[in-house]
């Protein structure tokens, strides 16, 4: 009683406003170790080469978007929760080369295992997380059917246009200026 006390105390502190009953808090496990933040793609294949016999999960975020704020800290708890997975950080505005083209919002969950994807979903579901890590902690070789939720709550990855400096060909350049318009030539 008192555990769940101190738990409710911790996690309203914090303004972390979902407390599910399956996630304990737990104040000595570090998240740093298990959960790794991805900053190039040298970093990213050796993770996962490294990683083969294991599972992975890659999560792609964005910090400016409210989903991914809303289910980072039930993310970290599962890294916590879940010692035998690899959760890799992909922040898709600071390693946009990183995130694959069927990546079209954040938050969105992929499952890897043996260098094979298993599984996959969109959206700041946790009771959906929760689920895909436990069926793929117990047998990690059969995939799980990707089904689209019309009801998760994602945000639109926003392609970011690089700048680009505008090129006036050297003929435009060359060309002479118009000749000024008199209304006195034209009577």
């Known amino acids: 009683m008192i555990f769940l006390i101190l738990n409710t105390l911790i996690n309203t502190r914090c303004n972390f406003k979902f407390v599910p009953s399956t996630l304990p808090f737990l104040p000595w496990a570090s998240v740093e170790m298990v959960l790794i933040e991805i900053a190039d793609g ?3 294949g050796r993770i996962v080469y ?6 992975l999960c890659v999560y792609f975020c964005a910090t400016w978007a409210l989903p991914c704020e809303l289910i980072d800290p039930i993310v970290n708890r599962f890294a916590v929760l879940f010692p035998q997975v690899h959760f890799l950080r992909v922040t898709v505005h600071v390693t946009p080369q990183l995130v694959p083209e069927h990546v079209r919002n954040v938050p969105t969950f992929h499952f890897f295992y043996n260098m094979t994807q ?10 959906k997380l929760e689920d895909y890590l436990n069926r793929l902690t117990r047998d990690p070789t059969t995939p799980i059917e990707s089904t689209v939720d019309p009801y998760a709550f994602c945000v639109p990855i926003r392609q970011v246009p690089t700048r680009r400096r505008r090129r006036i060909s050297s003929r435009a350049r060359r060309l002479p200026p118009l000749p000024e318009h008199n209304e006195e030539t034209e009577e």
Do not use: A, H, T
């Open 42 to 44: 040298e970093q990213f």
């Open 50 to 55: 490294q990683s083969c016999n294991r599972l």
């Open 118 to 127: 298993v599984g996959d979903f969109e959206g700041d579901n946790p009771e």
